[in-house]
């Protein structure tokens, strides 16, 4: 086993803030199943001066409370003075019986509070409401609503924040248990004329439903006094550009599951099960501090390569074939997501390599063409359209340009924050946005006038792309991409 220890301070996009990120990491070798992986331990995005074990809060690198409390203001500002704002946490899942999956907060609440609970709420009110809480009656513009503290539940599912955790540790100025939201809630709707609050989506679960009921009941008591609009709209179009601090973590998540990735290319070999690559990736991942994978892995070998959104990951995988990882973690509740194609003996077939350099030359010509200013949807997307369409035609697969549809049919990628499919935008770039840059090519067995040397290869080929003021920075580009490269590695 070999160690190195390292650490880089670097600035973060200067010319936005003056935030200072500092990575420290170790790398180390850990042998899984006779397959030796190289770790990313330790590496942390963003520095805070306080954990908070006494609630629960370990990390060392969460955002700030600052970044919080500034999208709070963002939006009383942007409501104005006659209105008031109310959000409220994610929903728990119920898995199977009285199974839950492991709870995830909600994006938009999340990004207004970075608090992780569920059952919480948020009043925003730009002109200020009466609260009691533990400091006394006072005149606030926020109230976090939070699940008490209770020792007897806290002994079976770990501690919360508690009012008094919500204060310190999210930098609340007022905080009170959720049973006293109503009072609060009601007693805000007699100052607002307008009260925005988010529409339930469907199929929301847990204990937020007797909130959500406290909320539509009064909706249907106030609406002819009361005005009351969705402000999802708004939060959505405060996420499209990212801050420096949220910048951190996403380079954090792609260079964790740049790491995983370049774990699992090393691993793969014929015989293993798509489902190894999977274990591998998340394995990885999950070492170096990610609490989620972004989405279910996608690990598609041979007829599977040419399926997008291949998850089952059962297949055992043969020489000959390739196989498409589509794998992201998530970060701090900030999302990566990678593809790379590679030939699972460890070296291309003369086929699969000129199907893949076509779509890595799209991926090329795509990304060198990202810079403020430019359209995604037209530009960006349309040089990879064109780069597919040239290599399909001379290789013979198709025989008119408009046909490469049959073969590139999912768009080019999707910007990338809190969701992996995070919030769209009009298309216009800017610096400060990430996005994913995935061109592919799919070509199922039994294609009607396809060579059969093509059937079964899926290639995709997946980075993310950060925004700068002057350009783009490619912060998955430490994953190997030219085939020499990718075979060099599956050597080690
Ligand atoms: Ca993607």
């Known amino acids: 086993m070999t160690s190195k220890f390292y650490f880089v301070k670097r600035m973060i996009n200067e010319k936005r803030a003056k935030i200072f990120c500092s990575i420290s990491a170790f790398s180390l070798l850990v042998i899984v199943g006779g397959v030796i992986l190289p770790i990313d331990s330790t590496g942390k995005c963003y520095s805070q001066e306080k954990t908070y074990p006494e609630y629960g809060i370990y990390d060392t690198d969460l955002l700030p409370s600052s970044f919080f409390k500034s999208n709070r203001e963002k939006v009383m500002k942007s409501i104005g003075d006659s209105a008031v704002a109310i959000f409220y946490a994610g929903s728990e899942r119920i898995r199977n019986n009285d199974v839950q999956y492991k709870y995830r907060q909600g994006d938009d609440f999340f990004y207004l509070t970075g608090c992780s ?11 200020g409401i009466m609260v009691v809480d533990s400091t006394g009656v006072h005149r606030t513009k926020e109230v976090l609503f939070v699940m008490p503290r209770d020792p007897s539940r806290e002994s079976w599912t770990g501690k919360r ?4 955790g919500a204060k310190e540790a999210l930098g609340f100025d007022a905080a009170l248990p959720n049973k006293e939201f109503k009072k609060y809630f009601l007693q805000s709707l007699n100052v607002a004329k307008v009260t925005y609050i988010p529409l339930p989506s469907e199929g929301m679960e847990g204990n937020i439903l007797e909130f959500i009921n406290e909320i539509k009941k009064a909706e249907l008591q106030y609406n002819s006094r009361v005005e009351f609009r969705d402000p999802t709209p708004l939060v959505r179009e405060m996420r499209q550009v990212k801050s420096p601090e949220e910048l951190a973590v996403i380079e954090r998540a792609a260079q964790i599951s740049a790491n995983a990735h370049r774990a699992v290319i090393i691993a793969c070999k014929q015989g293993m099960y798509e489902y190894q690559l999977q274990a591998i990736f998340e394995y990885s991942s999950e070492m170096q501090g990610a609490e989620y994978v972004a989405y279910p892995c996608i690990d598609g070998s ?9 998850e089952t990951n059962r297949r055992q995988m043969k020489d000959g074939d390739v196989v498409v990882m589509d794998c992201g973690c998530e970060y701090h509740n900030y999302a990566s997501d990678i593809t790379r194609t590679i030939p699972v003996s460890g070296k291309f077939s003369q086929p699969q390599l000129e199907i893949y350099n076509i779509v890595l030359a799209a991926h090329d010509s795509a990304v060198s063409a990202m810079r403020p200013r430019v359209n995604y949807y037209m530009t960006v997307s349309q040089k990879a359209v064109k780069v597919i369409q040239d290599g399909l035609l001379r290789l013979g697969i198709i025989k008119d340009k ?18 992996v499919h995070d919030v769209w935008t009009n298309g216009v770039l800017r610096s400060g946005e990430v996005w994913t840059v995935e061109p592919g090519i799919y070509i199922p067995a039994n294609s009607p006038g396809v060579d059969p040397k093509y059937w079964n290869i899926g290639i995709r080929i997946e980075d993310d792309i950060l925004i700068t003021d002057d350009g783009h920075k490619n912060i998955t580009d430490s994953v190997p991409v030219e085939p020499k490269e ?5 050597k080690k």
């Open 402 to 419: 408009d046909e490469y549809g049959k073969f590139f049919n999912h768009g080019l990628g999707h910007p990338l924050g809190l969701d």
């Open 302 to 310: 041979g007829e599977n390569s040419t399926i997008f959104h291949y």
């Open 117 to 127: 609970e569920p059952n919480s709420l948020l009043i925003l009110a730009p002109k």
């Open 161 to 164: 924040l508690g009012p008094q």
């Open 486 to 490: 990718i075979e060099k590695l599956m």
